[in-house]
């Protein structure tokens, strides 16, 4: 896993613009893996956001870049308790959550249709996909759009604009803590 790998599957995540970003990762030993996992968490903690793997498998795991904070308040909120409850999740505490959603990321080969809530998705389209198993969306971007269509195309354009200008900024030199904006108080 390389820090560019990072910032070019997660800049909107480290920008502070979404809540969390999913990526896959090969790896020779998981023990390596740990390693590296744990420097880099030595450069994200403090600003606020954590990296984890959700799934590991032979020789590529799936890692998740998330900011703590924010989820908390997206899992807290209204319509994504019920998504979460309605998903069989008992415990919307957010270690908890996290532990469901890896469990089901390790039992079967399908991405569980909450996972959209555990990466800063509108609930109301983490829904929308739910009821309408994927068909019938309204526009297709990072994912697919049930509600707010102008809102949802408004933050692909900025999702992609970030990630262009983070990718571009690392290409000259810049350190992944320089492109980590530190958490909001």
């Not at 030595?42 to 924010?70: C, F, I, Q, S, T």
């Not at 990321?105 to 983490?126: A, C, M, N, Q, T």
């Not at 969306?137 to 509600?147: D, F, R």
Request: with cysteine.
């Amino acid at each position: 896993m390389s820090v560019d790998d990072i910032i070019r599957h997660a800049a909107p995540t480290l920008a502070g613009l979404k809540t969390g970003s999913l990526f896959p990762c090969r790896f020779d030993s998981r023990q390596e893996l740990a390693e590296q996992l744990r420097g880099i968490n030595r450069v994200l903690v403090p600003r606020g956001l954590r990296l984890l793997p959700l799934r590991m498998r032979e020789d590529r795991a799936l890692l998740y870049l998330y900011r703590p904070a924010e989820l908390s308040r997206d899992l807290s909120g209204g319509e994504a308790e019920r998504l979460l409850d309605r998903a069989g999740y008992r415990d919307t505490e957010q270690r908890a959550c996290l532990r469901e959603l890896s469990r089901r990321l390790r039992s079967g080969p399908d991405f569980p249709h909450e996972i959209g809530l555990f990466l800063g998705y509108p609930p109301e389209d983490v829904a929308g996909f739910m009821d309408h198993r994927g068909r019938d969306c309204k526009c297709v971007g990072c994912w697919k759009v049930y509600g707010d269509e102008e809102g949802a195309r408004r933050r692909f354009r900025a999702y992609k604009s970030c990630t262009g200008n983070y990718c571009s900024r690392r290409a000259r030199g810049a350190s992944l803590e320089s492109l980590t904006v530190p958490e909001r108080v």
